[in-house]
């Protein structure tokens, strides 16, 4: 199957950026800005020409690890849903693997590195991707005999409902919609860099996997929030916006001493063999600490 449902939601998403820049240009003229907005298209022109020349590879991979597959679900309706499900339950790992191994997070960290939130954020996909092999994470549904064309077009469409979520129009959802779906309100604060919201709603189309998992926290009305990275880019270089991380983390191994080199790869971003830095986790408990406020679960 050789159906993109990305390709296709395109002129939608360009509509949508359009419709969300006339509201920001009456209800919220800081919500955009334009070198910002400009580094963010920038970023996913190169996601596509990098997709474009990997796509094949990450597929050939794909139909190979289905070959070795012991079960044939094949093509019937109800595996449909259920492959979109079950994708989405991959994703939510892969998601929060991005934010707790540092190698993943290399990739991903481009998606986060605007202080800005709006539809053109959405559109930050990874260039590296590929070289950071996050796709083995839908390799277990080409395992459990799902189709190879059934999981990209399940990946196609979770992707699609993600776009419309990266907005600050949008304020709360009825309950019964945000009980199980992710909204605009949910992923601000998994975008957000307020200590309390730090790793918090890696969904993709259903918060019910953060819910589970114990990584959901809801957005507190009235709390301003603050978007980006904990050390912020500072520049709008759409190299720099991509690679520093890569960058940073080859510095630190080559530093390290022998015995920690490993551990600046697999270990979560901002760990340092001598403790002059502090993680996420560390910046989110001391908040905790200071406010008096319940511990969260990891």
């Known amino acids: 199957m050789e159906f993109d449902p990305v390709t ?22 800081d919500a955009y800005e334009s070198r910002d907005t400009a580094t963010s298209l920038a970023i996913g022109l190169g996601s596509i020409v990098a997709g474009a020349l990997t796509g094949s590879v990450v597929v050939g991979a794909l139909v190979w690890i289905h070959t070795l597959s012991p079960f044939a679900i094949g093509w019937a309706w109800w595996a449909w849903p259920l492959c979109f499900v079950l994708d989405d339950l991959a994703y939510y790992w892969f998601h929060r693997s991005a934010h707790r191994v540092r190698w993943f997070w290399a990739s991903h960290v481009n998606h986060h590195s605007s202080q800005h939130y709006n539809l053109s954020t959405a559109l930050r996909q990874s260039w590296t991707g590929f070289f950071a092999v996050t796709f083995v994470f839908r390799w277990p549904l080409a395992i459990a005999g799902f189709e190879p064309g059934m999981i990209l077009v399940c990946a196609g469409f979770n992707l699609i409902y993600q776009f419309w979520i990266h907005t600050e129009a949008i304020g709360r959802m009825p309950r019964w919609f945000e009980a199980v779906m992710n909204t605009p309100s949910h992923h601000r604060v998994h975008h957000a860099i307020n200590p309390r919201y730090l790793d918090r709603n890696y969904a993709g189309t259903f918060i019910v996997w953060d819910k589970l998992f114990g990584t959901f926290e809801p957005e ?25 991380e890569w960058l940073a983390m080859g510095r630190d191994v080559v530093g390290a001493p022998w015995r920690h080199k490993l551990s600046y790869l697999w270990r979560e971003p901002g760990w340092s063999h001598d403790g002059s830095r502090e993680t996420s986790a560390m910046i989110r408990k001391r908040w905790e600490r200071d406010h008096g406020a319940a511990p969260l679960e990891p």
């Open 220 to 244: 507190e009305t009235g709390t301003r929030i603050h978007y980006g990275i904990v050390n912020q880019l500072g520049t709008f270089n759409v190299v720099k916006a991509v690679l520093h």
């Open 8 to 29: 296709w939601a395109i002129p939608a998403f360009v509509v949508l950026v359009v419709a969300e820049l006339l509201w920001a240009r009456n209800r919220r003229r």
